[in-house]
C-alpha cells in the first residue's frame, strides 16, 4: 500500500494517523520514540529498524508517510545512504534525521541526498512531535543549532567572492586555498579526494589562463 495511512475509528469519528518508521539501533531510544509517536494522537509507528539493511526493502513495499533516520548505524549502509536509497526508490517518503551527529559532513550530505528535517537526539519529547507535524504540512524542521549551522554555511559562501569564469565547485577550490589551505586539506574540507581537487586545479589554471596557484588565488583576491 503506498503512501499508507492508518484510520482510527471512534465511534462516528474517524481520524488519519499519519505513518512513521523509525531506524534506529539504540533499543532504548527506538523504543521511546515508539511509545512517543504512538501517544501523539496524530501519528503512528508503522514499523521499526534496527539497521539500514533491514529497514529498506521494507519501507519500498511498504512506506511510511515519514521516515525518521539515524545517522549512524551498524551495518554497511549508514543513515545519509539510506535516506538517499529512500528517496530515490520512494520518493513519496518524508526523510527526518534524528542523531546526535551535527557536524558539517554528517548534516549538510543528509539534507543533500534528501533528506527534508534534522533533528537532535537531546530535542525534548514535544519538539519531535511537533517537527512531525511540521515535516507533514510541507516544511524543513531543524533542531535550532541545525538551522544556525546552515544559515551561517549559505552565509559564508554568499559573501565570499567569486570569479564568473569559474564553477561553483572550482570557486570553492580556489577560495579555500586562498586561505592557505593545502591541497590535501581542501580536499578533507570539502569531502573529495586529492585527486578530485588536482583535476580541478588544472580547469582552474586553464580558465584563468594562468601557471600556478598563486596566480590564481591573486586573481580571486583582486576581487575582495
Known amino acids: 500500500m503506498r503512501g499508507q495511512t492508518i484510520f482510527l475509528y471512534l465511534g462516528f469519528k474517524s481520524r488519519t494517523l499519519i505513518t512513521v518508521s523509525i531506524i534506529e539501533d539504540d533499543k532504548h ?5 515508539e511509545d512517543l509517536i504512538n501517544n501523539s494522537g496524530e501519528f503512528t509507528v508503522l514499523h521499526s529498524y534496527a539497521d539500514a539493511e533491514q529497514a529498506l526493502p521494507h519501507i519500498i513495499q511498504y512506506p511510511p508517510g515519514i521516515a525518521i533516520v539515524d545517522i549512524k548505524l551498524p551495518g554497511k549502509k549508514n543513515g545519509v545512504d539510506l535516506i538517499y536509497d529512500i528517496r530515490t526508490q520512494a520518493p513519496e517518503v518524508q526523510c527526518m534525521v534524528c542523531s546526535f551527529y551535527s557536524d558539517n559532513e554528517s548534516v549538510f550530505n543528509a539534507l543533500r541526498n534528501g533528506a527534508s528535517g534534522y533533528i537532535l537526539k537531546d530535542s525534548m519529547p514535544q519538539e519531535i512531535i511537533d ?4 515535516l507533514h504540512s510541507g516544511g524543513a524542521p531543524m533542531s535550532r543549532y541545525i538551522a544556525k549551522k546552515v544559515i551561517n554555511t549559505f552565509t559564508e559562501k554568499q559573501s565570499l567572492p567569486k570569479l564568473s569564469e569559474l564553477s561553483e565547485r572550482e570557486n570553492e577550490i580556489l577560495q579555500s586555498l586562498s586561505t592557505g589551505l593545502a591541497v590535501k586539506e581542501v580536499a578533507a574540507k570539502l569531502y573529495i579526494s586529492v585527486h578530485t581537487v588536482t583535476k580541478h586545479l588544472k580547469n582552474i589554471y586553464t580558465k584563468l589562463h594562468v601557471n600556478n596557484r ?3 588565488v591573486n586573481r580571486l583576491n583582486h576581487l575582495r
Not at 531510544?29 to 520514540?33: D, K, N
Open 29 to 33: 531510544y527506538r523504543e521511546g520514540l
Open 214 to 216: 598563486i596566480e590564481a
Open 131 to 134: 517537527s512531525l507535524k511540521e
